[in-house]
């Protein structure tokens, strides 16, 4: 059947969304409608209709979901930072399991998957470690940092966020209160005018280690009395470094390229497990440090090291997975795009004594392949954490190639995930083991890890 704009539809949402919209059919009509939690029956007016599916506008709950519960945070449903906090977290985790198994199902073709029980988080509250508060101006005029809207730039305005480090509340709160008493303007993205545009935080959860970033259009100099802002923050407990990042650009990047410490250190430090890292204003590093831990641990154990194994880290960043690895193995190569990232992996090594670990700048489906041509070398283990987009065809070729033994599949996707596995177990790999590690509590966001062990042929 084929609904019009302005139809009323009633549903049931059997499913969520990438951006968290309740997913129910009529007929055979599929409907994306925000505000709709899986399990309820909703009532819904379709706002955009095209021939198979439509988008409808939430009418009514005509039987809330016995999963509905009520958001901690009363922003929830403006800011796109969540998207599943009306929903109960056992919920959360049977649908972020669903979706994986779902997927290798219908994309990859796979029945009886082994999945592991879903590894859920302890702190469902409070567990980022990195928060970037965009500033601005309301509707009255009134200076505000909080959150953009979901799709949009307008700025939900919370300092209280429910899901970031609780110390970002008062950073944020004496930003503020800076810029009110010394006339310092807010950035305005229309005009390409005024001066803070974000204000970046970051916590390291293991030393208590604070950083505070400005992100200004200009420079320190243009910020009068800076002094009485770092005597302010420096009064929070663990503040370890403040610093002024340019970004002069009209873009949509958060970050210019240049840093200006004004107080304290350039750069933070943290642990995951027992590895330490040094973490500047525009490092990567991952958010939630607990589960990290958690998730690289899963792909430790899959990876089952003895000591004397050759192991490739692929897409590997800053190089969090190959110094866990490089702890187990012989020797691990690590392979990234971005040669800024590498920078930190190398330093982290260093940091950590680290020196059987060696660093390729590249793209993986490049540097693999003329590695493996020119050294013949097969390893015994391949780890891959590719970005959504999953891994490129000539990689999975060569990883078929080289035969490892063993191959565990980091992903935050499991769609390419999916597709993936198809490719690699169509003939000399098995899937052994499914892990679901939850990274990211009332986002739809899904991390998983999966070990693939070489046929005996
Ligand atoms: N394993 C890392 C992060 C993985 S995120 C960690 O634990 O921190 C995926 C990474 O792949 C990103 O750092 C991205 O820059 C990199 N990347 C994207 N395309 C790539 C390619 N074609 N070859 C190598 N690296 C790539």
């Not at 059919?25 to 007016?45: E, H, M, P, R, Y």
């Not at 307008?154 to 709160?173: D, G, L, R």
């Not at 958060?254 to 995951?272: A, F, P, R």
């Not at 497990?273 to 831990?293: A, E, M, R």
Request: net charge neutral; charged share 25%; glycine share 8%.
């Amino acid at each position: 059947m084929e609904f019009r704009k302005n139809d009323l539809v009633t549903l049931e949402i059997e499913d969520c969304g990438i951006d968290g919209e309740g997913i129910g059919k009529a007929d055979g009509f599929t409907v994306f409608v925000k505000d709709a939690v899986i399990g309820d029956t909703v009532t819904a007016k379709i706002i955009k209709a095209k021939k198979n599916y439509g988008y409808g506008r939430l009418m009514e709950v005509l039987k809330p979901s016995p999963y509905r519960v009520e958001p901690k945070c009363e922003f929830a449903r403006q800011c796109g930072g969540c998207q599943l906090q009306a929903l109960s977290y056992d919920q959360q985790l049977v649908f972020k399991t669903n979706k994986v198994k779902g997927h290798l199902e219908r994309i990859g073709g796979f029945t009886d998957i082994p999945m592991e029980p879903i590894i859920g988080m302890d702190e469902l509250f409070h567990y980022r470690n990195k928060a970037q508060f965009p500033v601005g101006y309301d509707k009255e005029g009134n200076l505000v940092a909080g959150f953009y809207a979901g799709r949009t730039h307008s700025i939900v305005a919370n300092t209280n966020c429910a899901i970031q480090a609780k110390v970002t509340h008062p950073i944020v709160e004496k930003v503020l209160a800076y810029m009110r008493g010394n006339k310092i303007s807010a950035y305005d993205e229309k005009n390409h005018s005024g001066l803070i545009r974000h204000i970046l935080t970051r916590v390291g959860f293991t030393t208590g280690e604070i950083m505070v970033c400005l992100i200004v259009n200009g420079t320190a100099k243009q910020l009068k009395n800076i002094n009485k802002l770092v005597d302010k923050l420096k009064e929070i407990e663990g503040m370890t470094s403040i610093i002024v990042n340019t970004n002069t650009d009209k873009t949509n990047k958060i970050l210019g390229l240049h840093c200006e410490t004004v107080w304290g250190q350039d750069y933070i430090e943290d642990y995951i497990g027992d590895i330490k890292y040094q973490i500047g204003p525009l490092s990567f590093y991952q958010v939630n440090p607990q589960q990290t831990k958690v998730l690289y641990s899963k792909a430790l154990e899959y990876a089952d090291l003895k000591g004397q194994e050759l192991v490739w880290d692929l897409y590997c960043g800053i190089g969090t997975i190959s110094l866990f690895l490089a702890q187990k193995a012989k020797q691990v190569y690590g392979v990234e795009i971005i040669k800024e990232a590498i920078d930190d992996a190398r330093r982290n090594a260093t940091l950590n004594h680290m020196d059987n670990v060696e660093f390729f700048v590249g793209k993986a489906e490049e540097i693999v392949p003329a590695q493996y041509e020119k050294t013949g070398i097969h390893p015994d283990v391949i780890v891959v954490d590719p970005p959504r987009k999953g891994c490129d065809a000539a990689l999975l070729n060569t990883m078929l190639d080289m035969a490892p033994e063993r191959i565990v599949y980091v992903s935050c996707d499991p769609a390419t995930l999916a597709r993936d596995l198809k490719i690699l177990c169509a003939e000399k790999y098995t899937l052994e083991k499914v892990a679901v590690v939850d990274q990211f509590s009332h986002s739809v966001h899904v991390e998983s890890v999966v070990l693939l062990q070489r046929k005996n042929m």
